[in-house]
């Protein structure tokens, strides 16, 4: 079994020969990574804008006290007046300034009279107008390549009229449960001996979730054939297999023997982790397999921790999932000498992370309602011992 940490380096190294882009309208890329650099190809804006309702004025001639009103001058039209010494053109937010003027003085700052403004507070020069290239600048690079379309990238490409950014193609994960005790949602319960599975739906969310596309094979029985021949389709059409079950040391656990008579290369087989230490993950080519533990609460951490970050190296994003600083409010046992990863529930009080255990349950890996609530996951290392209360630590957050 490899240390943590070389698990995720391995994850993280792993070479990926190519990559599938594709174009979307703009808003259907939102939670898509960008293939390309988004570049400014002109400026924002491209004149010197009125930022308020007022007056464009000369600076200089604000001390007058009072100027002559020659026109109006509203947004969406060409200015066709030149502002003349003495002289002031009202305008509007989002005009342009016209010709001549230099400040823009607001419609409070003025008593407006028989075509004429009597200044009540001056104003610095240059108030209130809008620099070219105030929001960006030809040629800058505004939005790079790699980076997830969320809200602000929306915003900022429709502005620069790009109507099918280029992104990358989500994953396609094919997601299966093996058990012969497994039964799917709604299938009728007959024997004491079934249960219910929750692996291949919990895992379906975090795929939906975390930016793949999910396609839901369902459970299939600890048969080696059928293991066999479920796991070929889904690797013919998918990028990415997730299994659940079948890969520790029972005689019914055929998924790890089975991913490599499939000829797949074994990128690692067993981690120092808890829960979730018989993990396998593999690849044939560009695409991979991972065979997740069967019991719920280490195929929800595991697939976190490794199904995530792969979606994501699949699209040249960023791992979505981070780590912060929190202090314990109670101590943490620590229970293996291995890496990690326990429910705790997460508080933020006047800016600071807080981590206790109230209410989580010690005991095997099947507790999955452990990860309900407030959640984050407690990450201590195999070098890590028993932590005081007060003590920092890191904590993977889910959100
Ligand atoms: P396995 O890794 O196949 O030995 O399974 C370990 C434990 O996890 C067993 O108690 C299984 O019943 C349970 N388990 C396996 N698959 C699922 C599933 N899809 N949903 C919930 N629990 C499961
Ligand atoms: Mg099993």
Known sequence: MIHFDKSIELIHDLKIESYKTKKLYLLDALGYVLAEDIVADHNSPEYPTSAMDGYAVRAEDLKRGQ???????????????RVREGHCIKTFTGSLMPEGSDTLIPIENVTAENGLIVINEEVPKGFSVRAIGE???KGDLLIPKGTRIDIAQIGVMASLNIVTPLVFEKPTVSILST??????????QNSDAQIRSSNNYILEAIVRKYDGLPMQLGCIKDDKESITSSIAAAMEQSD??????GVSVGDFDFVKDVIRE?????????????????????????????????????????????????IARLQQGKC??????ATLREPFIKRAKKAEFTACNLSLVDGEYLVDFEGKKVGTSAILSNMLGDIALLVTSEEDSDKEAGEKVSVLLLD
């Open 67 to 81: 100027l002559m009103l020659s026109s109006i001058n509203p947004a969406g039209s060409d200015p066709a007046d």
């Open 135 to 137: 929001n960006y600048a």
């Open 179 to 188: 058990g012969s005790e497994l039964l799917e949602l709604g299938e009728i």
């Open 240 to 245: 990415i297999v997730v299994t659940t079950g």
């Open 262 to 310: 499939l000829g797949c290369e074994v990128i690692f087989k067993g981690v120092r982790v808890k829960p979730g230490q018989h993990i396998m993950v593999a690849r044939r080519g560009d695409k991979f397999i991972v065979g997740l533990p069967g019991f719920a609460y280490s195929s929800t951490v595991t697939a976190l921790l490794y199904v995530v970050p792969l």
């Open 320 to 325: 979505p999932l981070h780590r912060v600083k």
